[in-house]
């Protein structure tokens, strides 16, 4: 195989942690959208050769098997799950990519799905009896003193590149602004709980930026994406079955992951979109769209500032600043809107993301 094909792309509305999905397990959550993307795609469950589920919050075990299973796909489906974070969903599509390019599947369901509301409870346990201590954050490096607090880092990085709090906040504003003035294609968001649109974006202005919390530094509450549960997936597959389904197919060009200084992991994007782009022979002057993920606002300002991406090709339906993060689905999501997006403006798209321990994700896709 030469090219691996998106030819169906869903998500569920990004809800609030504590919001209209609050009830629901992962896997029902995942479900209805893959439910609903294979039938976009015309695909009967039984040609699914593989499901891979990004998940980063849940309980263990293997969820993208009790996806496949509540999906109502064949019992050989045995579901793959990977956990890379943030990065996750986004690495579910390249896996998804490699598995069409080696011959060993045709179809392939990729993506992430997150429940912060139904997260389990987490604690260290130690060997000398002492009790038990609850947790928030995972370890993502081997040393405590260079594993800072994701708010922290980002407001280190504000620092450091000289990012201030008004233009995070501008960001932040002008994030609601484009998703409350866009419309979504009727066949991206699947409706679920009664929803049909992400219910967070607001009008948000700059007296309420001036009253937010400060989370570190200029790293407010109002700048910083909130907790969100979600699901989002691709179907991936090889250039036969894209020509069968009669599809508007788009064509995963290329993608990578990469690591970086784990103190400051807002700023990984960087490297991981200079060289996807250098691989597929492109520069940022020609990249038409762009999912710029927005965890903290100064993430994004960085990452656009560092490769030469035009800012007006960025988020134009706003980004997770507006919707929330979902941890293990938030890459998928930014897949998800950059395929809908190339379906009604073709061109070249860039999707980005980057992780907790200085990890990033890169993907190139073209209609």
Known sequence: ??????????????????????AL??????????????????????RVD??????????????????ALASGLSTRVAGLSIDRQCAGGMDAVLIARQMILSGTAKVVIAGGVESYSRRPLRSRTFADGRPAQPYEQAPFTPWPDRDPDMAVAAAQLG??????????????????????????????IVPLKGLEHDPFARELTPALCTRAK???????????AVAADAAAFCIVVSEDIALEAGLTAVRIVEGATLGGDPVCPGIAPVAAVKHVLAQAGLTPSDINHAEVMEAFAVQ??????GTGIHP?????????????????????????RLVHDLRRNSGIGLATIAAAGGIATALVLSA
């Open 1 to 22: 195989m030469t090219s691996a094909y998106i030819i169906a792309a869903c998500r569920t509305a990004v809800a609030p942690r504590g919001g209209a999905f609050a």
């Open 25 to 46: 397990e992962p896997h029902a959550l995942a479900a209805p959208v893959i439910t609903e993307a294979l039938q976009q795609a015309g695909l009967a469950p039984e």
């Open 50 to 67: 593989e499901v891979i589920v990004s998940n980063a919050l849940g309980m263990g075990g293997n969820p993208a098997r009790s996806v």
């Open 159 to 188: 620092k450091t590149l000289g990012i201030s709090r008004a233009e995070q906040d501008k960001w932040a504003i002008a994030s609601h602004a484009k998703a409350r003035a866009s419309t979504f294609p009727p066949n991206e």
């Open 214 to 224: 400060s989370l570190s530094g200029d790293v407010t509450s109002a700048n910083t």
């Open 300 to 305: 994004a300002i960085a990452c656009i500032e």
């Open 312 to 336: 007006d090709t960025v988020n134009k339906g706003g980004g997770a600043l507006a919707r929330g993060h979902p941890i293990g689905a938030s890459g998928a999501i930014n897949t998800v």
